[in-house]
């Protein structure tokens, strides 16, 4: 059966491939944003420390990884560190790694933001309290600024989900690279493309809709 174009048996012939990379497409998203917000917090923490070596260091991690596109770190870490430094990473972890790297100095930036929108005299009161930098981060600081990170962090989220696409160059066997296996075998670019946007914008919205779920009820929490 067709409709215009569209070959609607031919759709739901190659729909279990697709769905099968849409999967993995959410947990290679899943696995970066848990890795880089990881990352990001650290780096942040190193941003906004009292010592200077570790600011430096948190600086230098944010503009370098920030400045070189993701494409150009997936190809040093899948195909770089082979050849120069005999890591042969599989693609599963190349793709993790990259996404993770990538994420978490834009988490980073977050988290750093959030942080040092809390009233400096937060921190003072619980220092004069007697407890330690960390003490005080862990118990008073973040709690205050997790909600501040959500709608920026569901951002992100959102935007490692469409980055995981580039991962195809590396051969890692993610929703963009079911769609170009398929066209190569098919030779049906409209269809198979047009379908693989689609999906990749359900999945999106469907989690857009989760994060501003979240935001409501902890907006409503807050009011109450």
Excluded: H
Aim: charged share 15%.
């Amino acid at each position: 059966m067709r409709i215009g174009p569209i070959d609607v048996e031919f759709l739901l012939a190659i729909m279990p491939i697709l769905l099968k990379g849409a999967l993995m497409t959410i947990e290679l998203t899943v696995l970066a944003i848990f890795f880089g917000t990881i990352i990001g917090l650290f780096v942040a923490l190193m941003k906004i420390s009292r010592f200077k070596l570790l600011t430096v260091f948190g600086g230098i991690y944010t503009w370098v990884i920030r400045g070189i596109p993701l494409l150009v770190q997936l190809f040093i870490l899948y195909y770089g560190l082979a050849q120069y430094f005999d890591i042969q990473l599989s693609p599963k972890a190349a793709a993790v790694l990259g996404l993770s790297i990538c994420g978490g100095a834009y988490i980073a930036e977050i988290f750093r933001a959030g942080i040092q929108s809390i009233d400096k005299g937060q921190m003072e009161a619980a220092l004069s309290l007697g407890m330690s930098y960390t003490q005080a981060m862990r118990r008073v600081i973040l709690p205050q600024a997790y909600r501040r990170l959500l709608p920026p962090m569901g951002n992100e989220f959102i935007a490692l989900m469409k980055d995981t696409s580039l991962v195809s160059v590396i051969t890692m066997v993610e929703l963009m690279r079911s769609g170009i296996l398929l066209n190569s075998t098919y030779i049906r670019s409209m269809e198979i493309y047009l379908t693989v946007g689609i999906i990749y914008l359900i999945m999106t919205t469907f989690f857009i809709y989760i994060i501003n779920l979240i935001e409501k009820r902890l907006s409503i929490s807050d009011a109450s």
